[in-house]
C-alpha cells in the first residue's frame, strides 16, 4: 500500500461541509466514493480541515491509502473524471506512509469576503455575505488587538471540542476593492476582503472574528476589542458571519512532507 | 400609468434563459412575478436582449408599465426584495412612454470566458467553457477579419429570424490572465476573456464566433477566416460554444432614453 496526498480545490455550495455524513453530499464523501471505485476497495480520505457546509477552498491538504501504482498525474485525471466538477484535484504526489494532514499542518490562510451594499451581485450571492457601509479604518484598529498569540475563548464555537483555546493570529488584513459597476448602495458598492493566518484555528474561529469586526466597522470603539479578548466570553463576541464569505485559501504542510504548500 | 426602465444583473445558471415559459423559471418570468405582484396587476416586462440558458448579464436593459408612482429607488428595493438573489436590478428610472429596449439597443458588449486547463476551477464551472491550451496569437490574427460590417451568415444560428445577416463588429479582443493558483494543465492553467461588441447581433452570433476562433487556436491557418465569412455557410464555421462561458455586459441603449448605459 502507498499513501498518496492531494492537494484539493472546491465550490462548497453544493455539499454539506467537508466531513462525511450518511444521507448528505460532502467533499470528503465524494472523494471516498471515486477512491473507492477507483481503489476497487473501500477508501478512507483524511483532510487538513474540516470545513462547514458551504464553505469553500483553494488549497486543502488530503490523504489516503491505495494498492494502485498510478503516477500522481494519473490520479489527478482519475479523481477528476470521477467527482462532480465542484471539486477539483490541482495535484497529487506521493506522501510518507500514512501521512496525516491534520498533524501535518503548521498554518492556514482563511480569505473571508463581504458585500457593503443592499443586495450582493449575482456572481457573489453564494461568495460573500452581506453587511451595510462600514468603518473599515475602525475595523482594522480593532483587528490590530488580535494578532498575537491569544486565548480565544470569545471567537470559539460554544460546541468547540479543541484542548486549549490558545492560538498565535499572524496576519488579519482587511482590504477593499470598488467593482466596476455601480450596484444599489449608498456608496456605489464594495467588495471587502479579510485576509487571515495563524499555525492553528478553533472552530468558527474567522467567522466569529468576521462577525464581529463588522460590529466595529458599524460603530463599537475599537477599544473594545481588547476587552472581548480578555472576557475570554463567547456572549461578548459578535454574531457567526455565514459560512458562504469563507474560503481556505492554503493549509499550510510540514516542508518535510512533500513540499505541500510550495506553489 | 407611467414606464419605468430597468438596468438588471443576473446570474444565467438556475435560469432557463431571458424569455418567459410556462413552466421553466426565466428571467423576465420572475421578474414578471415580481411586478405582477407588486402592481397588484398582471405586468408584462421587456427586455433589450433575450438572452439564451445559462447566459449571465450584468447591464440588462428592461421596461414595464406600473400605476404605481414610486421613486426610482423604491423600486430597486421593491423588485430585489421580490426576485431570487441571482436576479438584480441595479438602477431604475422614469422612461419615455412605452419605452422599447429593443429597439432604444445601439450596442452590446458581450464576454465570453474560457479556461485554459484540464479542469474548470471550481468557481468558474459556469463561467467558464473549457479548452486545450491555444495559441492566442493565431485566433488574434484569425479575429481581425472579422471587424467591421460583414454578412454573417456563417455566424448565425440556423433558426436565426433577423431579416438581415449583416452585422457590424467594433470590437474583438482577446485577453489572457493567469491566475494565482497553479490548476492541472501543461502551462498551469490560464483564463481567455473574448471581449466582443457591435451595433446588434445575429443569434448565437458570439458563441459561434468564439467556438470558430478556438478552432483557430488549435491550428486552423489564420487566412481561412476570411473564407469562412465569405462563404456565408454555417457549416464552415466552428461549433456553438457553450453557454455558460458568455455574460451580456452591457446593452448600450440611446442616451434620448434616460442616458442609459453611461456609468
Redesign the interface.
Given at each position: 500500500m502507498q499513501t498518496i496526498g492531494l492537494i484539493v480545490?472546491?465550490?462548497g455550495t453544493p455539499f454539506s461541509g467537508w466531513q462525511r455524513q450518511e444521507g448528505s453530499r460532502t467533499i470528503q464523501g465524494e472523494l471516498e466514493n471515486a477512491l473507492s471505485r477507483i481503489n476497487a476497495m473501500p477508501t478512507q480520505v483524511r483532510g487538513a480541515s474540516r470545513t462547514d457546509a458551504g464553505v469553500?477552498a483553494?488549497?486543502q491538504v488530503a490523504a489516503f491509502e491505495t494498492p494502485r501504482n498510478y503516477a500522481p498525474?494519473r490520479w489527478?485525471?482519475a479523481i477528476?473524471a470521477t467527482t462532480p466538477?465542484?471539486?477539483?484535484?490541482?495535484?497529487a504526489f506521493v506522501a510518507p506512509d500514512f501521512f496525516q494532514p491534520r498533524f501535518a499542518s503548521r498554518g492556514k490562510h482563511y480569505r473571508y469576503l463581504v458585500w457593503q451594499g443592499?443586495?450582493?451581485?449575482?456572481?457573489l450571492?453564494h461568495?460573500a455575505a452581506r453587511t451595510r457601509v462600514l468603518d473599515v479604518e475602525n475595523m482594522r484598529r480593532a483587528a490590530a488587538s488580535l494578532l498575537g498569540e491569544h486565548d480565544f475563548s470569545a471567537f470559539r464555537a460554544i460546541d468547540c471540542q479543541a484542548k486549549s483555546p490558545v492560538r498565535t493570529l499572524t496576519r488579519l488584513d482587511i482590504s477593499v476593492s470598488r467593482p466596476h459597476?455601480?450596484?444599489?448602495c449608498e456608496d456605489g458598492g464594495a467588495l471587502i476582503q479579510f485576509d487571515v493566518e495563524g499555525t492553528a484555528f478553533l472552530k468558527q474561529m474567522v467567522r466569529i472574528m468576521v462577525g464581529t469586526l463588522i460590529e466595529f466597522g458599524t460603530g463599537r470603539p475599537s477599544e473594545e476589542m481588547a476587552e472581548i479578548l480578555e472576557s475570554r466570553a463567547r456572549v461578548r463576541a459578535g454574531q457567526t458571519a455565514p459560512a458562504c464569505g469563507l474560503t481556505l485559501m492554503r493549509s499550510f504542510c510540514d516542508d518535510a512532507f512533500g513540499s505541500v504548500g510550495s506553489?
Amino acid at each position: 500500500m502507498q499513501t498518496i496526498g492531494l492537494i484539493v480545490a472546491y465550490d462548497g455550495t453544493p455539499f454539506s461541509g467537508w466531513q462525511r455524513q450518511e444521507g448528505s453530499r460532502t467533499i470528503q464523501g465524494e472523494l471516498e466514493n471515486a477512491l473507492s471505485r477507483i481503489n476497487a476497495m473501500p477508501t478512507q480520505v483524511r483532510g487538513a480541515s474540516r470545513t462547514d457546509a458551504g464553505v469553500h477552498a483553494e488549497w486543502q491538504v488530503a490523504a489516503f491509502e491505495t494498492p494502485r501504482n498510478y503516477a500522481p498525474e494519473r490520479w489527478v485525471q482519475a479523481i477528476n473524471a470521477t467527482t462532480p466538477p465542484e471539486i477539483m484535484v490541482r495535484r497529487a504526489f506521493v506522501a510518507p506512509d500514512f501521512f496525516q494532514p491534520r498533524f501535518a499542518s503548521r498554518g492556514k490562510h482563511y480569505r473571508y469576503l463581504v458585500w457593503q451594499g443592499n443586495f450582493v451581485p449575482p456572481h457573489l450571492v453564494h461568495r460573500a455575505a452581506r453587511t451595510r457601509v462600514l468603518d473599515v479604518e475602525n475595523m482594522r484598529r480593532a483587528a490590530a488587538s488580535l494578532l498575537g498569540e491569544h486565548d480565544f475563548s470569545a471567537f470559539r464555537a460554544i460546541d468547540c471540542q479543541a484542548k486549549s483555546p490558545v492560538r498565535t493570529l499572524t496576519r488579519l488584513d482587511i482590504s477593499v476593492s470598488r467593482p466596476h459597476f455601480e450596484y444599489p448602495c449608498e456608496d456605489g458598492g464594495a467588495l471587502i476582503q479579510f485576509d487571515v493566518e495563524g499555525t492553528a484555528f478553533l472552530k468558527q474561529m474567522v467567522r466569529i472574528m468576521v462577525g464581529t469586526l463588522i460590529e466595529f466597522g458599524t460603530g463599537r470603539p475599537s477599544e473594545e476589542m481588547a476587552e472581548i479578548l480578555e472576557s475570554r466570553a463567547r456572549v461578548r463576541a459578535g454574531q457567526t458571519a455565514p459560512a458562504c464569505g469563507l474560503t481556505l485559501m492554503r493549509s499550510f504542510c510540514d516542508d518535510a512532507f512533500g513540499s505541500v504548500g510550495s506553489e
